[in-house]
């Protein structure tokens, strides 16, 4: 109500929510911008610098390249928990199978934009082109990321997990030293709890 005498009185313009969106993700793109001066592609996951970066809306081209050479394999080389959070159909029903780093996708006035890197950006645009670029998600270079809920989880939890699932390794770093040992280099040094 408050917002509509101002509107009314100083002419301000009450934001629709599409407005309220594009807001947001211009907003989140300029802080992770302006954050560490680099931007992620999403076929790849590797951190660019902007200039390297091409924005692209999510065309029929794009799709159909993606879907050709993006798409994950049919056999089990990628773990299931990796697919689940890599796939991309929940941003475009076409990009079903595809692997891609959905944080670099944004939705802009109704269609996806992408960020790719210049390398990904040439691979996917090759209408001939067969093979994943080197680097990757979907040619095995994926890095996944914790569950909500594990980073959370306490020593006890930790050696908990390790007693059920004796062949999963979970390691925290807790310390990174960096010490001059000897004339010759520099040692690091980095201190973690594991469990196997």
């Known amino acids: 109500m408050e917002l509509s005498k101002m509107d009314k009185a100083m002419q301000f313009k009450i934001p629709t929510k599409q407005d309220i969106a594009r807001i947001q993700i211009t907003a989140s793109q300029q802080l992770q911008q302006y954050a560490d001066g680099?931007?992620?592609?999403?076929?790849?996951?590797?951190?660019y610098a902007r200039e390297n970066v091409k924005s692209c809306t999510l065309s029929d081209v794009l799709v159909k390249n993606s879907v050709r050479i993006l798409r994950a394999p049919g056999n089990a080389e990628v773990p299931s928990f990796i697919r689940k959070q890599?796939?991309?159909?929940?941003?475009?029903s076409r990009l079903s199978g595809?692997?891609?780093?959905?944080?670099?996708?944004?939705?802009?006035?109704?269609?996806?934009?992408?960020?790719?890197?210049?390398?990904?950006?040439?691979?996917?645009?090759?209408?001939?082109?067969?093979?994943?670029?080197?680097?990757s998600i979907a040619n095995g270079n994926y890095v996944g990321w914790w569950p909500d809920n594990m980073p959370s989880l306490s020593r006890t939890d930790e050696q908990a997990i390790a007693l059920v699932a004796p062949c999963v390794s979970l390691s925290t770093v807790t310390e990174?030293?960096?010490s001059r040992t000897n004339y010759d280099g520099w040692q690091h040094d980095i201190r973690a709890r594991s469990s196997l």
């Open 38 to 47: 680099s931007v992620v592609c999403c076929v790849c996951e590797l951190h």
């Open 86 to 92: 890599y796939d991309a159909s929940s941003l475009d």
């Open 98 to 135: 595809v692997l891609l780093y959905l944080p670099a996708i944004s939705n802009v006035d109704g269609s996806s934009v992408m960020e790719i890197c210049a390398e990904c950006f040439k691979c996917t645009s090759d209408e001939t082109n067969r093979k994943p670029p080197a680097f």
């Open 176 to 178: 990174h030293f960096r």
